[in-house]
C-alpha cells in the first residue's frame, strides 16, 4: 500500500512538473495592446513619474542612478505626443531632455564623471522634471480627465 502512495505521489509530481514546462501557461499571453496610449493612463503614470526621487536631491547628487527613471519618462513619451497633442511644445522639450540625459551616458559613467557630466547630467533631470510638472497640468485640465 506504501508503494502505491509513493508511486501515485510520485506520478503527481511527475504532472505537475510536466505541466510546469507547456509553452501556454495561463497568464502568459496578453491579448490586450500593452500600454494602451490613452489619458487614462498617462493620469497614473505622470503622477507616478512625478514622484520619483531622481527629481529630487538624489538626481542632483547622485545622477548615475536615474537611468530607469528616464528610460521610463522616455517610454511616456509617445503617448504623450498621441493624447497631449496639444502641449507639444513641452512634449518636445522633455523629449530633448531625455535625449540629452541619455546622450551625455549618464547613467553609465565609468569611474568619474566628467565636467559637462557633473553640470548637464542634473541640469537634464531638473529639465525632465519641469517638463513633466507642466504636462501634469495640462493632464489635469484636459476635458477628457475623469
Do not use: H, W
Not at 511527475?14 to 493620469?43: E, F, K, M, R
Not at 541640469?123 to 475623469?146: C, E, H, M, N, Y
Request: charge should be negative; include cysteine.
Amino acid at each position: 500500500m506504501r508503494r502505491a502512495t509513493v508511486t501515485a505521489l510520485a506520478g503527481v509530481v511527475l504532472v505537475l512538473t510536466l505541466a510546469g514546462c507547456a509553452d501556454d501557461q495561463p497568464g502568459d499571453q496578453n491579448p490586450g495592446a500593452g500600454y494602451t496610449n490613452n489619458v487614462s493612463d498617462l493620469l497614473v503614470k505622470i503622477p507616478a513619474l512625478q514622484s520619483d526621487p531622481c527629481r529630487g536631491a538624489q538626481g542632483q547628487q547622485d545622477y548615475g542612478n536615474c537611468g530607469r527613471y528616464v528610460t521610463e519618462v522616455a517610454n511616456t513619451v509617445a503617448a504623450l505626443q498621441a493624447d497631449v497633442p496639444n502641449q507639444a511644445d513641452a512634449i518636445n522639450a522633455l523629449a530633448a531632455s531625455v535625449r540629452t540625459y541619455q546622450s551625455m551616458a549618464c547613467d553609465t559613467i565609468p569611474g568619474k564623471p566628467s565636467a559637462a557630466q557633473r553640470t548637464d547630467c542634473p541640469a537634464a533631470l531638473t529639465s525632465i522634471g519641469r517638463d513633466l510638472d507642466v504636462i501634469a497640468k495640462a493632464l489635469a485640465s484636459s476635458p477628457s480627465s475623469p
